[in-house]
């Protein structure tokens, strides 16, 4: 079964700067089955990004996804107030079927 | 716009069963599969299985096979979850998902499950 690790754990930014947060997995794995959500205290994840590049509906452009095989990254280009939150990685695996989170990064305010 | 609409809290004690509904509106409700997916309290997330809704096909995290079924009324486009055997460790919010391989589109609001003695 494949794992799924995120780093680092936690990100200290001030608004304006770039995140850039990581997701690995223990093998390779489609793109087309890699997601990431954001997730706020209180409230549901919220799709951001699938097929690993792709935003979804909503999703402002400062939100970008990449990566290939077993290293995938989630960029937020400028952060606003509103991105200060955890971030989850997910990806679906056919043998067994399963849809593997990653741990989370939680990206907070320095 | 799809919507999915959660039913209320929960409070078990151990060793008793839970079924928590997850009511879709605004879309076909056969379109995606229906996914559910727990937190514990201050924890990640944690993917428990999904139903086709299409065709009553089921897969089940290993950790819950056994313990857990899901399905769905498509005459009411109502899913549920049904977990058995309560602990403690299965408190959480429980939330239902719905999209496909490609990522989870459209969320519930969650169902906070206390299991207490």
């Known amino acids: 079964e494949i794992v799924l690790t995120q780093s680092p754990g936690t990100l200290s930014l001030s608004p304006g700067e770039r995140a850039t947060l990581v997701c690995r997995a223990s093998q390779s794995i489609s793109s087309s089955y890699l997601a990431w959500y954001q997730q706020k205290p209180g409230q549901a994840p919220r799709l951001l990004i699938y097929s690993a590049s792709s935003r979804a509906t909503g999703i402002p452009d400062r939100f970008s996804g990449s990566g290939s095989g077993t290293d995938f990254t989630l960029t937020i280009s400028r952060l606003e107030s509103e991105d200060f939150a955890m971030y989850y990685c997910q990806q679906y695996g056919s043998s067994p079927e399963t849809f593997t989170f990653g741990p989370g990064t939680k990206v907070d305010i320095k | 716009q799809v919507q999915l609409v959660q039913s209320g809290a929960e409070v078990k004690k151990p060793g008793a069963s839970v079924k928590v509904s997850c009511k879709a509106s605004g879309d076909t409700f056969s379109t995606y599969g229906l996914s559910w997916v727990r937190q514990a309290p201050g924890q990640g997330l944690e993917w428990m299985g999904w139903i086709s809704a299409y065709s009553g096909h089921t897969t089940y995290a290993q950790n819950l096979q056994g313990r857990v079924t899901m399905t769905s009324d498509t005459s009411t486009s109502t899913a549920y979850m049904e977990l058995r055997s309560l602990r403690s460790d299965d408190t959480a919010v429980y939330y239902c998902?719905?999209?496909?391989?490609?990522?989870?589109?459209?969320w519930g609001q969650g169902t906070l499950v206390t299991v207490s003695s």
């Open positions: 998902a719905k999209g496909t391989y490609y990522g989870y589109f459209y």
